[in-house]
């Protein structure tokens, strides 16, 4: 099982918030249903179709443990991607004469804020609420956006940036006080997080199963039944999931996703715990170092998750000089789009330091090792770094490099 | 983002980091872009009586493609006249680090370096004929850079 990333070809993986491995048990699992067992759960005729419809109920209801729900509430997608867009654009399309506002927060992830884009393309308002410097959302300014012709309001569990775990039985309760659903996006919750939706005044929420070591491409949506949460379905076909979203069930994909969060269930207290212990040892080996800051509350954060600044160092060249490190950056240069983090800027961050962010996630996989040699390398370039970085020159010779009229381009 | 060989050389061996005076007489100095932009490149040449430049150095802050941007002028522009490197073009910059589109702001960052350390050093010339002392405190440099 610890075999997986010992290859020292290989960097060491601290990113489990892109994605996770899919854990060995879990892939074992998967495995005969992709070749022996392939039948169409949908075929009610015969025995091939009734093994993988009870393998599929089977893993409906592992995923509905974790989250103490009921298995009839759980309805699986491709991806928390697609449960986003079916609950928010499902729920407002279903909801459109009992009102068109909805409500987000600027931290969400780009499929909630994507959804929300399109809804207002389509004549909806959205209210996008900033969160507080510490990423939190504050439940007096969410309280205040809702109107009476508030249909949804959605805010996600866990930030994937920074790790935050918003208050959702709060957030929950104002938006019900007020007759709106309240969805939420718990893809980097799960296993993380207990969730409780028996007593979390929750009517929609999205999963994955690659963010909690299951293969990638299946995710599911959490529909209340009681009192029911109705939904527009986006994708029509041949009646799958109670209609609410058609399309043949990826079985093996199902059964992965069921067994990794049944293993997740199991597992989790003392997972959280080693993982928090090294999350830990890696924030002790490089506090000392001057002129880092921490994105994010430290105390309502998930244990895996550590987003650190370092000033007057770029994200993308410190990426580069710890090749034997994966991790991922706030900085522009990571992805085609030449701007910092939203997430980062939303906490009102200056862009220099947007731009000087790192985030390790670590995960399942990770040993202490592997953070005394990540310690070790990040001192190292740092340092190399900060001698090749001018403003590092001007930080030392006591230059505020805010007081300098810079040319921007 | 893959990078080219040549942009992982330059920056795995940075050439000519480093600082000169930014008071004396013969070093121009340029510094271009923006902390909020992710790139600050502080470029310097030290020219020589015969005008060509003796001497390049940079600093730079951004990603691995700016300072490689940064490290391939300083060779570029030693032992050229304030001229000839006045010529240097960021499209050539960016076809020697086959750079992809979006890091071409990269090489034309380094170009505007160039051309800022050159017209650095240019108005420091101009000041002493006229009889000024040839000085400059650090942060006006950088103001003006």
Known sequence: MQTMLTNTEQPIYLDYSATTPIDPRVADKMIPYITQHFGNPASRSHAYGWRADAAVEAARADVAALVHADPKEIVWTSGATESNNLAIKGAAHFHRKKGQHLITVKTEHKAVLD??????????????????????????????????????????????????????????????????????????????????????????????????????????????????????????????????????????????????????????????????????????????????????????????????????????????????????????????????????????????????????????????????????????????????????????????????????? | MSYSDKVIDHYENPRNVGTLNTADADVGTGMVGAPACGDVMRLQIKVGKDGRIDDAVFKTYGCGSAIASSSLVTEWVKGKTLDQAMLIKNSEIADELALPPVKIHCSVLAEDAIRAAISDYRSKQELADAGYVACQPTTSAIVAA
């Not at chain 1, 999350?279 to 002790?284: E, G, N, Q, S, V």
Request: hydrophobic share 40%.
């Open chain 1, 115 to 409: 959804s929300m884009r399109e809804l207002e393309r389509e004549g909806f308002e959205v209210t996008y609420l900033d969160p507080e410097p510490d990423g939190l959302v504050d439940a007096k300014k969410f309280a205040a956006a809702l109107r009476d012709d508030t249909v949804l309001a959605s805010v996600m569990y866990v930030n994937n940036e920074i790790g935050v775990i918003q208050d959702i039985a709060t957030l929950g309760a104002l938006c019900h006080a007020r007759g709106a659903l309240f969805h939420v996006d718990a893809a980097q919750a799960t296993g993380k997080v207990d969730i409780d939706l028996q007593r979390l005044p929750v009517d929609l929420m999205s999963f994955s199963a690659h963010k909690t070591y299951g293969p990638k491409g299946i995710g599911a949506l959490y529909v209340r039944r009681k009192p029911r949460a109705r939904i527009e379905p986006q994708m029509h076909g041949g009646g799958h999931e109670r209609g609410m979203r058609s399309g043949t069930l990826a079985t093996h994909q199902i059964v992965g996703m069921g067994e990794a969060f049944r293993i997740a269930r199991d597992e989790m207290p003392l997972e959280n715990a080693r993982i928090r212990r090294l999350r830990d040892k890696l924030l002790a080996g490089l506090r000392d170092i001057e002129e880092v800051y921490i994105n994010g509350d430290m105390d309502q954060r998930v244990p895996h998750n550590l987003n650190i600044s370092f000033n007057y160092v770029e994200g993308e060249s410190l990426m580069m000089a710890m090749k034997e490190l994966a991790v991922s950056s706030g900085s522009a240069c990571t992805s085609a789009s030449l701007e910092p983090s939203y997430v980062l800027r939303a906490l009102g961050r200056p862009d220099e330091l947007a731009h000087s962010s790192i985030r390790f996630t670590l995960g399942r996989y990770t040993t202490a090792g592997d953070i005394e040699f990540a310690v070790n390398i990040i001192r190292q370039k740092i340092q190399k770094l900060r001698a090749l970085s001018p403003l590092w020159d001007m930080y030392k010779a006591g230059v505020d490099i805010n007081s300098v009229k810079w040319a921007t381009h």
